[in-house]
Nanobody, 127 residues
């Protein structure tokens, strides 16, 4: 199993930046594909970005492509989401997620494939 703890959320003005971090427990972090999802009030949780277990493959939602980047440090058991040019529509609770990946090395975008979730961190973008 893996436990995930997000940090780095907060309040920022439109056009600003935030960097979210997700710290994972366990010794097999490099076996997990990782993802970021978000959920705004009254909406379903949606995919934001994902990274494969090696970091060699990444995927982004169309709404954040070119503004957000995802990275991981397998030596430190962390994954980061760098968010630039934030807009009010990016306001949501952001969740880190993990799924063990025994074969292949690709980014997973399907929420239903993830087995482990963090508690979430609030991101609020003011206009």
């Amino acid at each position: 199993q893996v436990q995930l703890v997000e940090s780095g959320g907060g309040l920022v003005q439109a056009g600003g930046s935030l960097r979210l971090s997700c710290a994972a427990s366990g010794r097999t972090f490099s076996s997990y594909a990782m993802g970021w999802f978000r959920q705004a009030p009254g909406k379903e949780r949606e995919f934001v970005a994902a990274i494969s277990r090696s970091g060699g493959s990444r995927a982004f939602a169309g709404s954040v492509k070119g503004r957000f980047t995802i990275s991981r440090d397998n030596a430190k058991n962390t994954v980061h989401l760098q968010m630039n040019s934030l807009q009010p529509e990016d306001t949501a609770v952001y969740y880190c997620a993990a799924v063990i990946q025994s074969r292949g090395d690709y980014a997973r975008t399907d929420r239903s494939q993830y087995d482990y979730w963090g508690q979430g961190t609030q991101v609020t973008v003011s206009s």
